[in-house]
């Protein structure tokens, strides 16, 4: 008797192989090696392999792997998948940008930044007593 692919044949019967479950509605089996939670680390996710890898373990989108744990800030640590022309601030729920100190302003796109011009800045602003900015009246 030939069994189908991820089956094997007990007594007689095409069984689905260890980590294996039969799909109802294809009949099929299918890899269920998540169950078991078989990444090392909780914070972890296990996602379901094609078949060749029975699994894979990944943190969470914006996460990254530190080698123990998966610690917010992937955006962060890879440029490539975040937007900030000069900085990027870790938040607990993904990233923002923000501009070197003194000399750059965040622009409206909330990604680049501006140069800072002090004289017209202070031309149109005053700082009030609590060290907040105001336009001039």
């Known amino acids: 008797m030939k069994c189908g692919e991820n089956e094997e044949c007990v ?20 890899a269920h090696f998540c169950v078991s939670n078989p990444c090392p680390v909780d914070d972890l996710i296990c996602t379901e392999g094609d078949g060749i890898r029975s699994y894979k373990c990944a943190c969470k989108s914006g996460y990254a792997f530190n080698g123990t744990h998966c610690k917010a800030g992937a955006f962060c640590t890879f440029p490539g998948l975040n937007s ?49 900015q105001k336009p001039l009246r």
């Open 11 to 30: 007594d007689s019967t095409c069984d689905c192989k260890k980590n294996y479950e039969r799909e109802n509605s294809t009949g099929k089996c299918d």
């Open 84 to 132: 900030c022309q000069q900085e990027c601030i870790v938040e607990e729920d993904g990233y923002a940008c923000g501009c070197n100190k003194n000399h750059f302003v965040l622009k409206a796109d909330n990604k680049t930044c501006g140069e800072f011009h002090r004289k017209r800045f202070n031309r149109f602003m005053r700082m009030n007593c609590f060290g907040i």
